[in-house]
């Protein structure tokens, strides 16, 4: 920068001002800067380096349980990236995605420059225990760890809600259940008393312990062998399981499915088999996408304020905020797939 500075004939200050603070230079003056200092090879300071330098490097990184491109995919992930990036953009934070598929061989140098981390989801591996080895501010979203601050919402309540809603209604006796990563496994089906008892930390658990407790409340069995593990929630995966729960006999007059990816997935298939859809079988979802209000018939979930969650998650760690627990209310948003 000094002897861009130099060969510019202006001083260091006003070459960083025409980079980093713009309002402070005319447009003609910082345009002259910024062209002249690019003919000769200039292109503004060094991030890596200015990290060094400050002990701060404006970046946020944000790491997420499934692979980059998934997530891309899923539209919860989505809003919650939305919102976090948002809160970033407002305080002019850069953001750095990871994702602990990765070894963290593969990722060492990438984690290394981020000032704190915002961890989605239950991590695969030890990938937490290595981001908390760098020694910086954490906060989590969509799970638990004792030392970090945390934002989530009450998954078991927002089932329980959702599920009691479809269940009063009448003939509620055939009940299935299109769950999602209920199971450490790779193929899509149904499940064994046995599966139940293995340990999970994944938030789907919850859910089906608040459909549970919402059957038991209104004296409707739901048999394990009616309960469907999807491995990932992708439109493809749910559409074999919905089509499964679909034909299956007696027929499931209420479907209460653990995201709406799958829920919409089941709406598609139900058109297909022309079932009626809440005539024959109510189908429920999980998330409030924006999708859910545009299927048809427009779909009844929970909102768990996935925008919400990413902008306090970002607000959270910036204010330093790294140790404290939130958990958001979950609200029943009731549309046309149940009567």
Known sequence: MKQVAAQLGVSTATVSNAYNRPDQLSEKLRERILRESAELGYYGPNLAARSLRRGESGVIGVMLADSISYSFSDPVANQLMQGIAEVLVENKK??????????????????????????????????????????????????????????????E?????????????????????????????????????????MPSQEISRLRLAGYMRAAEANKVSIPVDKIWHIPINSPEKAEVAAREALTSSPLPTVLLCMSDVIALA???????????????????????????????PP??????????????????LLEGNSKEKVILETRLVVRQTCK
């Open 299 to 316: 779909l009844s979930t929970v909102c768990q304020q996935n925008l919400e969650k990413g902008r306090l998650a970002a607000t959270m």
């Open 157 to 197: 309540q927002g089932a329980y809600n959702i599920a009691e809603h479809a269940l009063q209604k009448e003939d509620n006796s055939q009940v299935a259940v299109l769950g999602l990563r209920l199971i450490d496994s790779s193929r899509i089906c149904r499940l064994s008393q046995e599966d139940l008892s």
């Open 266 to 296: 089941a709406l598609r298939v139900a058109n297909e088999l022309n079932i009626a859809v809440p005539g024959q079988v109510q189908v429920t979802g999980f998330d409030d996408i924006p999708e859910a209000s545009r299927s048809t």
């Open 94 to 155: 850069q953001l750095l995605l990871l994702s602990s598929g990765m070894t963290s061989a593969e990722q060492s140098s990438a984690e290394s420059l981020p000032d704190g981390f915002i961890l989605y989801g239950a991590l695969q591996g030890n990938g937490f225990e290595h981001i908390k080895r760098t020694g910086k501010p954490v906060v989590v979203v969509d799970f638990e760890f004792a030392d970090s601050g945390s934002v989530n919402i009450d998954n």
